[in-house]
């Protein structure tokens, strides 16, 4: 066992843990977007970091592997700037309307984006028939990239591309997604923290003003189509299935599904 | 072939010609190779480039071939593509003229005539108005505008530029008496004696060089590698560019030290693309030295100066910096351990082995509003104003110390002693040993605007800070300079300044609020 120091609390972790299981052991809230509990960490976002005494810079909580001795601060003045301040990066420069986590962040921060400018206009990209991408919505968190390669799926059909402001997720050349290497797993939209990447089921209730998360019922059930077995979370809203998701902790499928199990529920309520 | 969903489009003949050059011909039941053959991605940027440079530009069909040929997929090809600023994936002329706009330049009156594109720092800072043509077709070239380089300013007190001061002959091999001394002492005492030296790396961070090889030669994870980081971006940074061009072989030797006493199978030299003199030279002395050193070109990224970046872009990924720890001595270029050192502390390697000139000199790149601009060399601890002295500089409005991740200084600030213990103790950094002077015509506000365009335009976009950061520090200076202000720009910088330097994974982003935060605070401007 590791033993180190966070917010003053002497804290045990099994050797190879961060610091973001030591801090989640302490039961110390650290934000996250980027991180995914089922995705080799990128850090990237950098709203998780944290202030390690010796250490120039802040440290990346959810990648930095925790050591003996270390001595972590995650509420210091230098901690709460950097946050908000990525909070207000964030926000200035991507449409967060649909990101939860993102939202409570600015406001616990008590970030104001707006100093810095306005977010982009939505630009839903609507090429195929299963799901809508919207890269106003995108914080370039990299997670749709790592579940459709070697994390989950194999089918590299996206990578980032661009550089520096530019920078963006794309297919190759940029081509429409009937023509990439895409399969409409939709394990992308899964792991998606910001509605950037949504069900046209989803999307086409939101544009109708008939999105109404609150009041829709989750009910788990098994996949009928194949033996593997995976279970399905079945959204449910006025008695339609409007989503298809999968439990994250779920030992089979580890949140992922293929294109029957995601999008193929139209035969249960066929009119 | 591994299930990957190709592009349709075909490589023309000379683009599958300049590719094969670089990957092999493909066999003729397609390129069933071996398992361990497979891992080919390193290929990726030397294919792209060579289809460049034949036809100009990367085309889908050269896109899809180098993706096919190396087993990559094309949105990866493609994310690496259009990382690379000298890289175009929209068809443009044969003969390309990129003009330098940066820092030196722009004091020389640079201009961007009608069909050319602006470039950041060429390293040509010297001879500054510089340009670089490229031409593409079946003898592909690139010429540094002007061509000729100007003799050392200096004659005298020189060590590690003496050889080229006496007119050393860069295409004929020397004898490596470093290297045989070196053998004659074993690994060991060779790392004891860089270790007993005061050298400490040049290329910014200044970490002991002694010490980076010892970690690396007790690693057990084999094989080691040696890094020669010849990426040199710093706006007005030209001393690793000069060296490879007039004294390859100094270079070349000490890597062979190098990699002997640090256990290395093989070493990597990466040089800019902007240095086609210095690839030509190096090369030569590779071949004419027989080692195992593989040279590789970048395609236009400062950031790929980054050590762990310039691991990802030798490995064909994009030049990305990797989070540390874990530090390259561990887990380097292919995930094994590697010394990576700058040119500069190479060079000073010969003669820690052979003793003889044991003071610790240092180079520095001096231009601007400088009377004799060029290379000097100098010990450490010499007097700022004494270098400018030398130089011929009568800085009346600022030096910029460091280059664009340094810091400016007003004239009444100069006296800095030019060691890292003094340029600490005065709050600035040595760098990679940019002086850059600025005279009593020069326009402060536009070096500073450049300076936050540049941190734009490199930053490689992964982390937030530095990604939107640097946008946001442009665009408040902006305001600044444009008298549109709104109020809170000072403060906005301010922050901009810590979340950068505290939050970026790398030193580009760390260091990209620098130099703007030393021109309001010490110059006044825009404040």
């Given amino acids: 066992m590791i033993e180190l120091t966070v917010d003053g609390n002497a804290v045990q972790v099994e050797e190879g843990a961060t610091i973001l299981d030591a801090c989640r052991r302490a039961q110390i809230d650290t934000p996250t977007l980027c991180y995914g509990d089922t995705l080799t960490p990128v850090n990237v976002c950098r709203v998780c970091v944290v202030e390690l005494e010796g250490a120039r810079t802040l440290v990346p909580s959810c990648s930095r592997r925790a050591e003996d001795g270390m001595v972590v601060h995650t509420d210091s003045e230098r901690v709460r700037t950097s946050r908000r301040m990525v909070m207000e990066l964030l926000g200035s420069s991507t449409d967060l309307s649909t990101a939860p986590d993102a939202l409570a962040y600015i406001e616990r921060y008590d970030a104001d984006p707006a100093r810095l400018g306005a977010p982009p206009a939505p630009a839903p990209k609507l090429d195929n028939d299963l799901y809508m991408r919207d890269y106003s919505k995108c914080i370039l968190c990299y997670k749709c990239v790592e579940a459709c390669g070697v994390d989950h799926q194999n089918t590299f059909a996206i990578a980032v591309a661009g550089r520096g402001i530019g920078a963006h997720i794309s297919t190759e050349l940029d081509v429409p997604l009937p023509e990439s290497a895409c399969v409409y797993c939709g394990n992308c939209i899964a792991v998606c923290p910001t509605g950037a990447l949504m069900p046209t089921s989803e999307f086409e209730l939101r544009q109708a003003g008939e999105w109404r998360e609150e009041e829709q019922t989750e009910v788990d059930t098994v996949c009928p189509y194949c033996g593997v077995g995976c279970n399905l979370t079945l959204h449910v809203q006025d008695d339609e299935i409007v989503k298809v998701t999968s439990p994250d902790d779920h030992d089979v499928t580890r949140g992922n599904l293929c294109i029957k199990g995601r999008f193929g529920f139209q035969y249960v309520q066929n009119k | ?527």
């Fill in chain 2, 1 to 527: 072939m591994p299930d990957l969903k190709l592009l349709a489009d075909a490589p023309s003949a000379d683009e599958r010609a300049a590719i094969d050059a670089v990957v092999g011909e493909e066999a003729a039941n397609g390129d069933r190779v071996a398992r361990s053959d497979r891992t080919r991605r390193h290929l990726l940027l030397p294919a792209l480039r060579a289809a460049q440079r034949r036809v100009g530009w990367v085309s889908p069909g050269a896109l899809g071939y180098a993706s096919r040929r190396l087993e990559i997929p094309p949105a990866e090809a493609y994310g690496v593509a259009t990382f690379y600023a000298l890289l175009s994936l929209e068809e443009q002329p044969a003969e390309v003229l990129h003009v330098c706009t940066d820092l030196s330049c722009r004091l020389a009156g640079a201009t961007v005539p009608e069909g050319a594109q602006p470039s950041p720092c060429l390293g040509l800072c010297e001879r500054a108005p510089a340009s670089l043509r490229t031409v593409a077709g079946t003898k592909p070239r690139e010429e540094q505008i002007p061509a000729e380089s100007p003799p050392l300013p200096q004659a005298s007190g020189l060590k590690l530029l003496r050889r080229i001061a006496d007119g050393v002959d860069p295409e004929s091999p020397p004898e490596f008496r470093a290297l045989e001394r070196a053998r004659e002492l074993g690994p060991e005492r060779v790392i004891e004696l860089v270790k007993a030296s005061p050298l400490l790396g040049r290329g910014g961070a200044a970490f002991p060089t002694g010490i980076k090889w010892e970690a690396v030669a007790r690693q057990p994870a084999k094989p080691h590698y040696l890094v020669c980081n010849a990426d040199e971006s710093e706006p007005g940074t030209f001393k690793d560019r000069v060296l490879m061009e007039q004294d390859p072989f100094a270079l070349v030797e000490a890597m062979a030290i190098a990699m002997y006493a640090t256990g290395c199978e093989k070493g990597f030299i990466y040089i800019r693309a902007e240095y086609p003199l210095a690839h030509r030279r190096i090369q030569h002395a590779i071949e004419a030295s027989g080692l195992d050193i593989e040279l590789r070109i970048g395609a236009g990224a400062y950031v790929c100066g980054e050590e762990t970046a310039l691991f990802q872009s030798i490995e064909g990924y994009r030049g990305e910096p990797r989070n540390k720890p874990p530090f390259p001595v561990e887990v380097g270029l292919f995930g094994k351990p590697t010394v990576v050192n700058n040119v500069e502390t190479l060079v000073n390697v010969p003669h820690i082995v052979l003793g003889g000139d044991a003071r610790d000199t240092r180079l520095f790149c001096l231009s601007g509003n400088v009377s004799r601009p060029g290379l000097y060399e100098v010990e450490l601890g010499t007097p700022l104003p004494a270098l400018l002295e030398l130089a011929g500089a009568e800085p009346a409005k600022a030096v910029l110390l460091g280059g664009a991740a340094g810091s400016f200084l007003r004239p009444d600030q100069l006296d800095v002693p030019l060691s890292f213990e003094g340029a600490r103790e005065a709050g600035v950094t040595l760098g990679s040993g940019v002086v850059i002077v600025f005279g009593e015509q020069a326009d402060l506000v536009g070096a500073v605007l450049r300076i936050a365009e540049f941190f734009r335009d490199e930053s490689c976009g992964q982390c937030v800070p530095c990604r939107v950061g640097t946008v946001r520090q442009e665009e408040a200076l902006h305001r600044l300079a444009s008298g549109k202000k709104n109020g809170n720009e000072l403060a906005v910088l301010a922050d901009l300044a810590q979340v950068m330097r505290d939050a970026s994974i790398c030193g580009l982003g760390q260091t990209a609020a620098s130099a703007v935060a030393s021109a309001v605070e010490n110059l006044g401007v825009l404040a």
